[in-house]
């Protein structure tokens, strides 16, 4: 998906504290983002009380919606950099294209992970006869070691299952209680799908050297004793060895974990830089059609994605 955000603002890791603090749960509300054809998201990452979960730097809520035919998802061509996406399918089924050449549908149980490294562009359009959409799409920022890695796409159609205390687990990225899954990652980090048809109770051990977030995707969880509703992230911080969950009800929820990401990182339309001379170079190449930094994409029937005018702030 894209950042179409009107105000573009940069978003720098530093302005959120790394901990959740002695109060306890942080708790940030969703706001609604456009990102292409007849579809509004939650948006959860960046905001202004949060810009990251370890690497985790950006996490869209879309869905569950129902459209009319053609009225679903549609992103045109748009470069992305200095990240890779990651799509969490639940209902729905979305056609992934991009300038390496990759055509893929992603359905529901299945993530789409593309490295964008040092440059990639691609799109994302619902299928014709499709009414459904219910996803996840979370950016993670590639360290500045990794940055300019070359670009890469994956497709995970099988991920590690298992259930605990009613609630089904779906590990999506990184390892968890002796599973990993299958995607390449450049720092430590973790995502796990968690749902119940009824009421479930549950204690998730934790890496006490990680930050965690729970995203409620429908539903909602009791954690740690404090409930959290659809679309309410509850940033846990660092330094926790269990997280206690429990739903009274159907429910789903996302975890998400990582060591800090301590670099100073900025989030400008669809790119992760490092400084503002790597986005400006983006910018331009984009802008200028270099097919050598950000290929092409065939098979999609509309126009590339203009960026907006890059303003960066005054110190
Ligand atoms: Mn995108």
């Not at 942080?26 to 983002?33: N, S, V």
């Not at 579809?39 to 009319?68: K, Y």
């Not at 975890?255 to 301590?262: D, H, K, S």
């Amino acid at each position: 998906m894209s950042n179409q955000e009107s105000s573009n603002q940069l978003s720098t890791s530093s302005d959120c504290p790394l901990e959740a603090g002695v109060r306890g749960i942080q708790r940030i509300t969703a706001r609604t983002a456009q990102v292409g054809g007849g579809i509004a998201v939650n948006r959860l990452m960046p905001s202004r009380q949060r810009r990251t979960i370890g690497a985790w730097c950006f996490l869209d809520h879309a869905g569950p919606a129902v459209f009319e035919t053609k009225a679903g998802l549609r992103v045109g061509p748009h470069p992305h950099i200095g990240l890779q996406t990651f799509t969490w399918m639940i209902k729905g089924e979305v056609l992934h294209r991009d300038s390496l050449g990759n055509v893929q549908v992603v359905r529901p149980g299945q993530v789409n992970l593309m490295t964008a490294g040092r440059g990639i562009t691609h799109t994302e359009e619902s299928l014709a006869q499709e009414h459904h959409l219910h996803a996840a799409q979370l950016w993670i920022a590639l360290p500045e070691s990794d940055k300019d890695c070359a670009p890469a796409f994956d497709h995970y159609p099988d991920l590690p299952t298992w259930s605990v205390g009613g609630l089904q687990a779906t590990l999506l990225a990184g390892s968890f209680a002796g599973r990993t899954a299958p995607g390449r990652f450049y720092s430590p980090l973790v995502g796990i799908d968690l749902r119940c048809d009824d009421t479930a109770v549950a204690t998730l051990s934790l890496d006490p050297q990680f930050e965690y977030g729970i995203l409620p995707l429908e539903g909602a969880f009791s954690i740690n004793g404090q409930t959290f509703a659809s679309d309410e992230l509850a940033y846990l911080g660092r330094g926790l060895n269990d997280v206690t969950l429990q739903a009274f009800g159907a429910s789903r929820g996302l975890l998400l974990g990582g060591v800090p990401f301590t670099e100073e990182i900025h989030l400008w339309w669809n790119f992760v830089a490092h400084d503002k001379a790597e986005i400006a170079e983006a910018l331009h190449a984009w802008s200028s059609h270099d097919l050598q930094r950000f290929g092409d994409v065939e098979g999609f029937d509309g126009e590339r994605l203009i960026a907006p005018e890059f303003v960066w702030p005054r110190a």
